[in-house]
């Protein structure tokens, strides 16, 4: 299909271009009809009246990048045609029609209204619009250059962590480039428009003088004819000069001023003038308030005040119909959602751990009320992580408008394990041994410990500490409670996504070890039993090489996790030692040796793991066990219980849901290099 005529005129648009050039400057030396010089200015009007519609519609200065050297050849162009016209005007008395209109029919033949006009054109353009755009493109150019760095550091990070392709990365560099050129170029190119005023000044001046010498002198005319039929036409001219000099001024203004915008002008203006119906609606009562004062014109402020007053009415209403046509979307989007099998899943999905905490209470976890809450969140996890090696889930802390104003929940796997009540601009007062004086406070229970303590006023816990008293703030009293339910409860939070996070972890650095042992001798979910078997009881798994090994080396013999865990307790002896020790010696009670036989006969179950007794005997054993715990703790010692290591672990199943804080040792838990001291013993006849 063979190309229209204006379809080839495009493939040599370049051509074009330097042929325009080198007519606007042979346009200032040869003569131009007045007719052809009529359509020039016309084509003047209709490019400026072009170039300013463009830059109203675009949404991004680059998308003008040509508009420095197209205000550069405008002003040229507009610069010939003054020429141009000058030379008809003093050669002829006469430049087309054109000029003619303007200075009869825009200033009504008067040219001293002419001059006037013209001269606050040229005012406005030179000194506001000229001026202020002059002054931005400055200000744009020198910023722009300032950022360019950090905006390449930008492009930097996001190539580098993978946000962006290298092709992205270049294309967003040139454009860095081509804005600090177009903002550079833009600096230069407001001299133009500058310039142009100044000898449009300049020009009217001289066409006036020049007229003036021209028809008194050479046509024999009066000085007032020539004055009057001289200055129409310069004045004219003057018109059709500065008329699409403002427009291209403007436009110049307008491109400058568009470095935040998102859409084109008239977008930007509506969207963002006409936003606030309440605004509108005040501007319509101030009009008619206007409208009401005595001496001012009624109708057009009345007018004014009742179209503001409909705008605002009809922006409102429209803002409502469309946020409840966005609400029934997005209802009818989520009714549909809820039909989808998959939208229950969310549901399904709970928090390992989380606090909920009354509404009394979030000043503790607000940072800008002073709450440090998260803070000290953030290190119990730490903490943990160093005591028993293993990492605690992230615990979420959400309010809950059903709790007491001061009460908070601790949950696991939305489970409550424990909660409390907290004052929070209060200290909790607890007696750690005989005080001196008793301090008057609200009494309330430890809830960590259930240790009886009074809620004291800030002024009082330096005297509270005088006399005594062990004295915390309200974070303190919930950040200790969460430790020891974690502590208490943490071979439940070890999974066998855990368990597989630390072996991988180990593997790193000893994948001899977790290779032989995984999947070969043990399975995941064994590995994961011997450990939550050492949680529950306290002993720390951070030592997860030994642990690992000893459990290669006995494996093959057994795969039961409680037999695993004995012979794992027995290579971490140390270590068990060491947490129970006071200056190396342990304070231990003892069975009666009697006693020990007696219980040994009665073991039973696969592995002999279980202690069968009376229920009698069975309630004096620990009762007489749970008195000389009572003893020890009163001389501030924890001691623990001593026994063989095939009694141990039936003993601690006997004992943990009464005494859940006795601690069961055997002897070959119990390191070399530590000392045993025995604050009692369990004895037959006690039992008898």
């Given at each position: 299909m063979a190309a229209q005529p204006w379809q080839r005129w495009f493939h040599h648009t370049d051509i074009l271009v330097v042929a325009a050039v080198v007519l606007i400057i042979?346009?200032?030396?040869?003569?131009?009809?007045?007719?052809?010089?009529?359509?020039?200015?016309?084509?003047?009007?209709?490019?400026?009246?072009?170039?300013?519609?463009?830059?109203?519609?675009?949404?991004?200065p680059l998308e003008f990048s040509i508009f420095p050297s197209l205000l550069l050849l405008a002003t040229l162009f507009r610069l010939a045609l003054n020429v141009s016209s000058t030379r008809l005007i003093l050669l002829h008395g006469h430049a087309g029609k054109v000029i003619d209109a303007f200075g009869q029919f825009v200033v009504g033949g008067n040219y001293v209204v002419g001059f006037v006009i013209f001269f606050i054109l040229v005012i406005v353009q030179f000194v506001v619009?000229?001026?202020?755009?002059?002054?931005?493109?400055?200000?744009?150019?020198?910023?722009?250059?300032?950022?360019?760095?950090?905006?390449?550091?930008?492009?930097?990070?996001?190539?580098?962590?993978?946000?962006?392709?290298?092709?992205?990365?270049?294309?967003?560099?040139?454009?860095?480039?081509?804005?600090?050129?177009?903002?550079g170029a833009m600096d230069g190119a407001s001299k133009f428009v500058k310039g142009d005023a100044i000898a449009g000044i300049i020009i009217l001046l001289i066409d006036?003088?020049?007229?003036?010498?021209?028809?008194?002198?050479?046509?024999?005319?009066?000085?007032?004819?020539?004055?009057?039929?001289?200055?129409?036409?310069?004045?004219?001219?003057?018109?059709?000069?500065?008329?699409?000099?403002?427009?291209?001024?403007?436009?110049?203004?307008?491109?400058?001023?568009?470095?935040?915008?998102?859409?084109?002008?008239?977008?930007?203006?509506?969207?963002q003038l006409f936003r606030q119906p309440r605004v509108l609606a005040s501007s319509a009562g101030v009009l008619l308030f206007f409208a009401l004062v005595p001496g001012l014109p009624t109708l057009p402020f009345l007018l004014l005040a009742a179209g503001m007053g409909s705008l605002a009415y009809g922006i409102d209403r429209a803002q409502r119909i469309q946020e409840e046509k966005s609400y029934a979307a997005q209802r009818a989007a989520q009714v549909e959602e809820g039909k989808k099998p998959t939208s229950v899943l969310p549901l399904l999905q709970m928090d390992m751990m989380e606090i909920e905490i009354g509404y009394g209470l979030i000043p503790l976890v607000d940072v800008e009320?002073?709450?440090?809450?998260?803070?000290?969140?953030?290190?119990?996890?730490?903490?943990?992580?160093?005591?028993?090696?293993?990492?605690?889930?992230?615990?979420?802390?959400?309010?809950?408008?059903?709790?007491?104003?001061?009460?908070?929940?601790?949950?696991?796997?939305?489970?409550?394990?424990?909660?409390?009540?907290?004052?929070?601009?209060?200290?909790?007062?607890?007696?750690?041994?005989?005080?001196?004086?008793?301090?008057?406070?609200?009494?309330?229970?430890?809830?960590?410990?259930?240790?009886?303590?009074l809620w004291i006023t800030e002024d009082k816990r330096e005297q509270a500490e005088w006399a005594g008293?062990?004295?915390?703030?309200?974070?303190?009293?919930?950040?200790?409670?969460?430790?020891?339910?974690?502590?208490?409860?943490?071979?439940?939070?070890?999974?066998?996504?855990?368990?597989?996070?630390?072996?991988?972890?180990?593997?790193?650095?000893?994948?001899?070890?977790?290779?032989?042992?995984?999947?070969?001798?043990?399975?995941?979910?064994?590995?994961?039993?011997?450990?939550?078997?050492?949680?529950?009881?306290?002993?720390?798994?951070?030592?997860?090489?030994?642990?690992?090994?000893?459990?290669?080396?006995?494996?093959?013999?057994?795969?039961?996790?409680?037999?695993?865990?004995?012979?794992?307790?027995?290579?971490?002896?140390?270590?068990?030692?060491?947490?129970?020790?006071?200056?190396?010696?342990?304070?231990?009670?003892?069975?009666?040796?009697?006693?020990?036989?007696?219980?040994?006969?009665r073991l039973e179950g696969e592995g002999a793991t279980h202690l069968v007794l009376e229920p009698h005997r069975a309630q004096g054993l620990i009762e007489q066990l749970a008195s000389l715990l009572e003893k020890a703790a009163a001389q501030g010692v924890q001691a623990v219980c001593l026994c063989s290591s095939r009694l141990r672990l039936p003993l601690r199943k006997l004992t943990e849901r009464v005494l859940p804080r006795l601690t069961v040792l055997a002897y070959s838990e119990i390191a070399h290099e530590f000392e045993v001291q025995s604050f009692g013993m369990v004895n037959v006849s006690h039992e008898g």
């Open positions: 042979v346009m200032m030396v040869i003569p131009l009809p007045p007719i052809l010089l009529d359509i020039l200015l016309a084509t003047n009007i209709c490019a400026a009246l072009l170039i300013l519609l463009l830059t109203m519609n675009v949404t991004e619009i000229t001026k202020g755009a002059e002054r931005v493109a400055e200000v744009a150019a020198r910023f722009t250059l300032d950022a360019m760095p950090g905006k390449q550091m930008s492009i930097d990070a996001d190539l580098n962590a993978g946000l962006i392709n290298d092709a992205e990365a270049r294309q967003r560099r040139r454009d860095i480039e081509r804005e600090a050129d177009f903002y006036i003088l020049g007229g003036i010498v021209i028809g008194v002198v050479q046509k024999n005319m009066t000085l007032q004819g020539a004055l009057q039929h001289y200055c129409l036409l310069t004045v004219g001219d003057g018109l059709v000069s500065q008329i699409p000099a403002l427009l291209i001024s403007t436009a110049t203004g307008i491109i400058i001023t568009r470095a935040a915008s998102e859409a084109n002008l008239g977008q930007d203006l509506t969207g009320q002073g709450g440090d809450l998260l803070e000290r969140v953030t290190m119990i996890r730490r903490q943990c992580a160093l005591e028993l090696g293993i990492v605690i889930p992230a615990i979420r802390i959400r309010d809950n408008m059903q709790l007491s104003p001061n009460t908070y929940c601790i949950k696991i796997k939305g489970v409550e394990m424990g909660s409390g009540e907290l004052m929070c601009r209060y200290y909790l007062a607890m007696k750690a041994g005989p005080v001196s004086e008793e301090i008057p406070g609200i009494a309330t229970t430890e809830p960590a410990f259930g240790l009886p303590a008293y062990t004295v915390v703030d309200a974070p303190s009293v919930l950040a200790t409670h969460l430790t020891e339910i974690i502590k208490s409860h943490a071979h439940e939070l070890l999974g066998r996504q855990e368990v597989k996070t630390l072996l991988d972890a180990l593997r790193e650095q000893y994948s001899a070890v977790v290779e032989e042992l995984v999947p070969d001798l043990l399975t995941l979910g064994e590995i994961q039993k011997v450990l939550q078997n050492l949680l529950r009881e306290g002993v720390s798994i951070r030592n997860l090489v030994t642990i690992l090994e000893t459990l290669a080396d006995n494996a093959r013999h057994t795969r039961d996790p409680e037999v695993l865990t004995e012979q794992v307790r027995q290579s971490l002896a140390r270590q068990i030692s060491s947490q129970y020790a006071v200056d190396g010696v342990i304070p231990v009670i003892t069975l009666e040796p009697r006693l020990e036989e007696e219980l040994l006969e």
